[in-house]
């Protein structure tokens, strides 16, 4: 990305920027599940320039079209004057959100995002009664709906809920031996879901000697709210967030985070949303520094692949699938992958970098066909390497990749971290 963010924000100069090469097309995660000009990048900044210029109006038909973006910047990796297609559909729908409003439970969830009290107690509920509507499968942490229900089939696989939540299993500070100390971003998902990561990650940093300071205050990174265009939302968690990593920065080595959306908003996007407020970004851009995915860090900053290598070796087959926002966002593929063959067979699938197809709230509800459709190819992809489990260091893939491969895959899902934990074990 050779673009300042101020000037990512003029439509129309980055529309004007697209040669039409169409490189970008057989890349894009939307164009290859609903193959229209109109959902391609190409076809976005068209309607970008043409909105900007007042040429376009946002009715209803062009705000469909924009929320059909899966933000996977599949595009912005092969396009060769970098346009980021993703950062500008990204801004346009704050504008959808200011002229249509935000659909009800939407406002629920990011309400529940932005106070952690709330979602402690909405979740701590939604266990209680999980069991009613759902079937529970706990070894994955996975449930299905009991009843066919408009947006919710009995064969579409959900993560299911954890009684009590990572950050309040634990003590804040945990004592290692004191030489070493890092912050622990943990994320919604493995907070309240795919909890085993979080204690995972705990494991690993006791067998290296490392403090864990969980920093509980922590909010969503707002990711979900983002996507949405729901800014308000990203001003409250990102200034609270920003703020509360000032307060402890200088007492820890790194904040990591097992998570490649919450980290690449963390890093990246904040700079990018606060483009018109430059001493919030100044102020991003110093304290996300410290913001490292879990093993980008564990395998650059500590000796944890030599440790990994003088363990057992499963027979275990495994295949990674590259999130979008670590290996496109953030160049982050190698080091999951360095780790992982310590002690298991990798076996890389056909194309770990295309997109599973998660897409953010939107796609996960209103426009969840597009999701399942862009959701196959990954599937079978993943099937055809027979591997016992397939990785990723995201939850919002681990969710769409069960969705995709079904209750019936015996292929598992597991998190790095807990592949790492694991092995240690042993
Ligand atoms: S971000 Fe992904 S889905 Fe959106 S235009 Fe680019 S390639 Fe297509
Ligand atoms: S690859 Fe870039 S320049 Fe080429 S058509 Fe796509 S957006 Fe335009």
């Known amino acids: 990305m050779d673009k300042n963010p101020q000037d990512i924000f003029d439509y129309a100069n980055i529309t004007d920027d697209c040669i039409k090469c169409g490189k970008c097309i057989p890349v894009c995660t939307i164009h290859n599940v609903n193959a229209d000009e109109v959902t391609s990048p190409r076809g976005f900044l068209d309607l970008l320039g043409a909105y900007q210029r007042g040429k376009l109006d946002l009715d209803e038909n062009v705000k469909s079209i924009f929320e059909s973006c899966f933000l996977c910047t599949a595009c912005v990796e092969v396009c060769p004057k970098s346009l980021p297609t993703d950062m500008v559909i990204e801004q346009v729908r704050a504008d959808i959100a200011k002229k249509f409003g935000i659909a009800w439970y939407k406002k629920v969830f990011f309400l529940l995002l932005r106070h952690r009290w709330l979602n402690d107690l909405a979740f701590k509920f939604g266990w209680t009664f999980q069991t009613c509507g759902f079937k529970i499968k706990k070894d ?20 299911s ?33 795919y909890k085993d990561v979080g ?33 308000d939302t990203v001003d409250n968690n990102a200034k609270f967030n920003i703020e509360y990593f000032e307060g402890f920065g200088e ?60 363990k057992k070796k499963d027979t275990k087959i495994v295949t990674y699938h590259d999130p979008c926002h670590a290996r496109k966002m953030q160049g982050i593929y190698e080091e999951p992958r360095n780790l992982i063959r310590q002690n298991y067979n990798i076996v890389e699938m056909s194309d770990p970098n295309s997109c599973c197809g998660f897409g953010g709230v939107t796609m996960q509800s209103e426009k969840y066909h597009f999701a399942k459709a862009a959701g196959v190819p990954k599937a079978a992809m993943i099937k055809k390497t027979e591997a016992d489990i397939v990785s990723a260091e995201c939850s919002a893939c681990r969710m769409q990749i069960n969705d995709a491969m079904g209750n019936e895959s015996t292929t598992v899902f597991k998190n790095p971290i807990e592949l790492i934990a694991e092995a240690l074990r042993k």
Not at 279 to 288: D, L, S, Y
């Open 140 to 159: 994955v942490d996975s449930m299905s709906s009991r009843f066919n229900l408009p947006m919710l089939k009995t064969d579409r696989v959900l993560p």
């Open 161 to 193: 809920l954890r009684k009590t939540s990572f950050l309040n299993s634990h003590a804040e500070h945990i004592d290692n031996g004191g030489k070493r100390k890092v912050a622990i971003f943990i994320g919604c998902l493995s907070n309240y879901n």
């Open 199 to 231: 204690d995972g990650l705990l494991e690993i940093l006791g067998h290296l000697e490392i403090d864990a300071f969980l920093a509980k205050d922590q909010k969503c990174c707002s990711a979900p709210a983002y996507f949405t265009g729901d800014f």
């Open 251 to 310: 007492d820890i080595e790194a904040i990591i985070v097992p998570e490649a959306t919450c980290s690449a908003m963390l890093k990246i996007d904040y700079e990018h949303y606060f483009h018109d407020q430059p001493e919030w970004q100044a102020r991003a851009k110093k304290v996300m520094g410290k913001v490292f995915m879990a093993t980008e860090w564990l395998q650059n900053h500590t000796h944890l692949e030599q440790l990994l290598a003088s």
